[in-house]
């Protein structure tokens, strides 16, 4: 035993020593004659530019660089490649368990912030948008030219990722989400090779980065497809204090008010819960977006409210322009969706997704299951929590109406996409070990209480260290293919990261 112990502690030293060899090998090249910057540790800003959005992760880079342009993002990719080092994007660096910073020690991090031009073809309306730009910057650049996306309401999330695994926002009814505007991507592959990706040039890759972007290259910029801004954009929020079974009664009403034939799609809503006034309560509210004129909203909601049965203890309906209701939306007004006017903020949280199919709408007993957890064990829980249903489908949705196959987008008929989140006590360190079973405990109520068969995914935008069978959850059937390619376009696993799609 203290000979084979000896030689395994030998074989880590000398694993060790060649590690920190490669990495200063690396750095040494990274630091020479080029036109982007490197933080390395220990170096001024390394402890800034290598601190997770989410504070529940430390991790030390190899490296941090900044590129400015393609090139210098080739140039990166061919060092990485030279010495078999792995490699991650940073777009805005929300990833839930800070993928943006490899989700481990030792990765070279491709910073991407100085891609930050928006630019729209007043031909085709096809917006560019370099992956460094933050949503509210986007928000801001496409309304100036009186023009929109589909994306998500946090302006400080990054573009490049949330477009490249989903996008989800409340005009994504109408328009779909994020990565179903793009037309072509700028990426470069983990060789260092330049390319457009498009349904024209190399539409395998265009399949691929269109759903699990960060596993197959770097993207630099997306070309879009824009729509005209709304005229019209009325912000509303509906508050109720319920009990369990009024919150359950409440929901299954929502489940039938969607797929009515007389939902418009610019209607896009979530219902948004938290612990109520007292034990075996929920607060439960509805907020959203109505992208048509302010007057009809009303016609439109009176038969939800009406199949609540409770009155709201509150509610708010605030008309206005669209880039008023992306700020309202965002928490923010005005300038602030200029996210270089502000720093970016920190959590310390857990998050877990739930996509629920609109053909096996979740069962009464599930709701009923559901909102006596919240009402019991979250409103006894330690950490603060929210819960968001997210309506994706109803009555003609552009994100359903997408054949399942165009993208590598692993849900086409969800209903829903739930997030559950719990932050620390005062969003900082340590994170409660309660927070995790707190969470899994909400998921598990819906899942355990549907038909075994239930046909629910997860959301990769939402991503969760902790899932079992992520591979099937966040891509289903398209898993597979996504496998071949990974190995044809990043043989080596440069851009490996945890749940990165693995070669076959």
């Not at 991407?112 to 031909?123: E, G, H, M, Q």
């Not at 409340?170 to 260092?192: C, E, H, M, Q, Y």
């Not at 079974?245 to 929901?251: M, P």
Request: proline share 5%; with cysteine.
């Amino acid at each position: 035993m203290g000979f084979s112990s000896s030689l395994l502690q030998a074989s880590f030293v000398a694993a060790s020593l060649f590690a920190s060899f490669v990495s200063a090998d690396l750095i040494s090249d990274l630091t020479g004659q080029h036109s982007f910057s490197v933080v390395v540790p220990g170096g001024a800003g390394y402890a800034n530019a290598s601190q997770a959005f989410n504070l529940r992760y430390t991790f030390h880079p190899t490296a941090i660089t900044f590129p400015s342009t393609p090139s210098d993002v080739s140039t990166i990719l061919s060092l990485a490649s030279k010495y078999n080092h792995q490699a991650v994007a940073r777009s805005g660096g929300h990833s839930y368990i800070a993928n943006g910073l490899g989700g481990k020690d030792g990765v070279l991090i491709v910073d991407l912030r100085n891609f930050n031009a928006i630019t729209v073809d007043s031909k085709t309306n096809v917006a560019s948008i370099g992956t460094g730009n933050r949503l509210g910057n986007v928000a801001l650049g496409l309304n100036a030219k009186g023009r929109a996306l589909p994306h998500g309401t946090c302006p400080y999330v990054g573009i490049g990722g949330h477009s490249g695994h989903g996008g989800y926002g409340f005009t994504s009814r109408k328009w779909g989400l994020t990565l179903d505007t793009i037309v072509a991507l700028d990426v470069v592959l983990a060789n260092g090779t330049i390319v457009t990706a498009s349904q024209s040039n190399y539409p395998d890759l265009f399949w691929a980065l269109r759903g699990s972007s960060s596993s197959f290259g770097i993207v630099t910029t997306v070309h879009a497809n824009t729509f005209a801004a709304p005229s019209s954009a009325t912000v509303f929020e509906y508050n109720w204090d319920l009990s369990a079974s009024q919150a359950a009664a409440a929901t299954a009403a929502f489940q039938s008010f969607v797929v009515s034939s007389s939902l418009p799609q610019e209607f896009g809503a979530e219902l948004v819960l938290g612990a109520g006034s007292k034990k075996g309560r929920v607060s439960f509210g509805l907020t959203g977006g109505w992208y048509a004129p302010a007057n009809q909203l009303a016609a439109v909601l009176a038969p939800y409210l009406k199949a609540v049965g409770v009155k709201p203890q509150s509610q708010t309906v605030t008309p206005g322009t669209y880039i008023e209701s992306v700020g309202i939306l965002g928490g923010l007004t005005g300038n602030r969706l200029n996210t270089s006017v502000a720093p970016d903020g920190h959590d310390t949280f857990y998050a877990k997704s739930l996509m629920t199919p609109e053909a096996q709408p979740m069962s009464a007993k599930s709701l009923q299951a559901f909102y006596d957890y919240l009402g019991s064990t979250g409103f006894s829980a330690d950490s603060s929590w929210f819960v968001e249903i997210e309506l994706y489908g109803g009555f003609n949705s552009a994100i359903n109406n997408v054949p399942f196959d165009s993208t590598s987008f692993g849900k086409r008929n969800a209903m829903f996409t739930i997030q559950f989140y719990t932050s620390a006590p005062n969003n900082v360190p340590p994170f409660p070990q309660d927070g995790f079973s707190l969470l899994d405990g909400m998921v598990n109520s819906i899942v355990d209480n549907n038909p075994s068969n239930w046909d629910y995914g997860a959301y990769l935008n939402y991503i969760d260290d902790r899932l079992q069978n992520w591979q099937n959850l966040y891509y289903g059937s398209h898993y597979p293919k996504l496998e071949a390619l990974k190995k044809q376009y990043d043989p080596e696993d440069v851009f490996k990261f945890p749940l990165s799609v693995e070669e076959k």
